[in-house]
């Protein structure tokens, strides 16, 4: 999987997230300080909890991103950063949700917080940081922002149940798997790249600009994310590798495995994804067949596809330290595992 990985980078120096972390840290502190002061409460769990999560070694990609394409706009202004805070509790309530819904063990590569606090309240507080998102964009007093922000809320919960509806469903095709991840990933990704062209009153044409890197930059990120659930580690990805197989998550390096397989291989997908009964020995023959068919290398090439479209999006703008960040930061959405 390295080696593959490795070769999106088309054989150049490693990718890195470092140049866009350079470029907003100062601004990214002070999303930071409105992050820990709104997620404070007088119950006590709240902020243990949130904080399990929020401050468990996330790279903050998503408000980074708003700071970034602010920063490429020209935008002098602050309104950006009580959004980015908005942008990264929208993201972090998802992950508390899916954690519930997926029963995952791991988060970040800790102990996933409904393991410690329970399925209740750690849905509970997803909640809570929902609706702190929705007090700072009702603060920044943009209807825009908030029709951004609020829509692309919707639309993640929609992906989400879209996504438990294909579980372990072998017939899910291709288009409905893409119209899931652009929905619960890539949707959150475009809002944040969007609401920076917003807030600096950029024409129509940059806007859109924005939200496409955006949301080509998600779904690159997930496919990423699907293929190497079947071939990094827990430390690389923050979770267990496998969960995607063992919970009947129907991503395209099984769409594409089952499709090219012969009879045999049919029936183990089948068994395997529809009844659910699986151990590593399965775990290791679904890597085998996938490598057989092809079917990590091509999600990685359609990766590398969405990847270029994003680059192409921004294209146009001029150069400087925010576009040579944001050409690096597909590179490393690509490349991140290797």
Not at 176 to 192: D, E, M, N
Not at 313 to 324: L, R, T, V, W, Y
Request: glycine content about 8%.
């Amino acid at each position: 999987m390295s080696a593959t990985i490795h070769q999106l980078s088309g054989g150049q120096r490693p990718a890195s997230i470092e140049p866009l972390m350079q470029l907003v840290a100062p601004e990214l502190n002070g999303v930071n300080e409105i992050i820990l002061a709104r997620m404070q409460s007088d119950v006590a769990v709240i902020p243990a909890l949130a904080g399990h999560l929020i401050s468990g070694g996330g790279k903050r990609l998503r408000p980074m991103l708003t700071l970034a394409c602010a920063r490429l706009v020209g935008y002098e202004g602050a309104r950006h950063h009580k959004l980015s805070a908005s942008v990264e509790f929208i993201h972090t309530a998802t992950l508390l949700h899916d954690d519930v819904v997926d029963g995952s063990g791991q988060r970040r590569g800790k102990k996933a917080a409904n393991l410690i606090w329970g399925n209740e309240a750690t849905v509970l507080v997803g909640d809570f940081l929902f609706s702190r998102a929705f007090e700072l964009m009702v603060e920044d007093g943009s209807l825009r922002v908030l029709k951004i922000l609020s829509s692309a809320s919707a639309v993640i919960a929609q992906g989400e149940v879209d996504q438990l509806q294909t579980q372990r469903r072998i017939d899910t095709t291709e288009d409905r798997y893409l119209r899931v991840i652009t929905a619960k990933t890539a949707i959150l990704f475009s809002a944040a790249c969007q609401i920076a062209g917003v807030v600096a009153e950029s024409s129509e044409q940059v806007i859109e600009s924005l939200e496409a890197y955006g949301r080509y930059l998600g779904i690159a990120f997930q496919l990423v994310d699907d293929a190497i659930d079947y071939g990094g580690d827990a430390e690389t990805m923050g979770k267990d590798a496998g969960d995607d197989f063992r919970e009947g998550k129907l991503t395209l390096p099984v769409i594409l495995a089952y499709k090219r397989g012969n009879d045999e291989a049919r029936a183990f997908w089948r068994k395997a994804i529809e009844d659910g009964k699986t151990d590593d020995a399965d775990f290791a023959e679904a890597c085998r067949l996938m490598a057989g068919a092809g079917a990590i290398d091509d999600t990685l090439e359609r990766a590398r596809h969405y990847g270029r479209l994003a680059q192409d999006a921004i294209a146009d703008f001029p150069a400087g330290a925010a576009k040579d960040a944001l050409l690096e930061t597909v590179r490393f959405a690509i490349a991140r595992a290797y």
